[in-house]
């Protein structure tokens, strides 16, 4: 796999140009015809003074390797195992990989979280083009202060939450290009900034990958 580094940090690896152009236009054309249903970010990450809030919404999730690798899904799980093996100090031990997508429409982010029960996590943006003023930028602190406080099981908005979010203080912010696939090691804290109306009807479009632990395959 050929494709251009543009950012390796030691929580974070950021990826462009991943599948050649008439590859990954391919996955739009076959991702449209996916059946859509609300994500499961809603009932992890809804807060009961949103209720008028966007959410994303996704596809079901397929397990990479109970899957034909000609299918997109399969395609994703052997491009996202390719960037695994090349970054082994980022990724824990894993045996399979679970991947759906997220669809973000105008109003949608992701608060502060993080991804526990995954050995690692991919992000690939299938859109076929983004603006930089639609918002949608993934945002990874530099200093991921007391991760206990962030997880999904901590995920109420306490005092003590409030003030650990408020210490990480600077970080990345990632923009979600199109082609542009992005690795981030288990356990990091991160969030998606919302999309901003100005958008209108362009959706920020993900693949996501979670590599499944040894222990819970």
Not at 105 to 127: C, V
Not at 154 to 178: C, K, M, N, Q, W
Request: proline share 6%; hydrophobic share 40%.
């Amino acid at each position: 796999m050929e494709c251009k580094i543009t950012l390796v940090t030691e929580r974070m690896v950021v990826l462009d140009d991943v599948f050649p152009d008439d590859l990954w236009r391919s996955f739009r054309h076959t991702l449209a015809r996916e059946t859509l249903q609300p994500s499961m970010i809603v009932s992890l990450y809804s807060r009961h003074w949103e209720y008028n809030a966007s959410f994303p919404y996704s596809t079901k999730s397929f397990m990479w390797k109970k899957g034909p690798p000609e299918t997109w899904f399969g395609a994703a799980g052997a491009c996202f195992s390719g960037i695994a093996a090349a970054y082994p100090d980022h990724v824990g031990e894993w045996n399979d990989i679970d991947i759906h997508t997220h669809l973000f429409g105008r109003g949608t982010k992701i608060t502060w979280h993080m991804d526990t029960h995954s050995a690692g996590s991919f992000t690939w943006y299938f859109h076929e083009t983004w603006s930089t003023y639609w918002g949608g930028e993934l945002f990874v602190p530099c200093d991921q202060g007391d991760a206990s406080l962030l997880t999904a099981e901590a995920v109420s908005f306490g005092h003590a939450r409030e003030d650990a979010i408020r210490s990480l203080g600077t970080g990345y912010y990632v923009a979600p290009l199109p082609n542009r696939c992005i690795l981030l090691a288990p356990g990091t804290c991160h969030a998606v900034n919302r999309v901003d109306p100005s958008a209108g009807d362009h959706l920020r479009c993900t693949v996501v990958g979670f590599l499944v632990p040894v222990d819970k395959t």
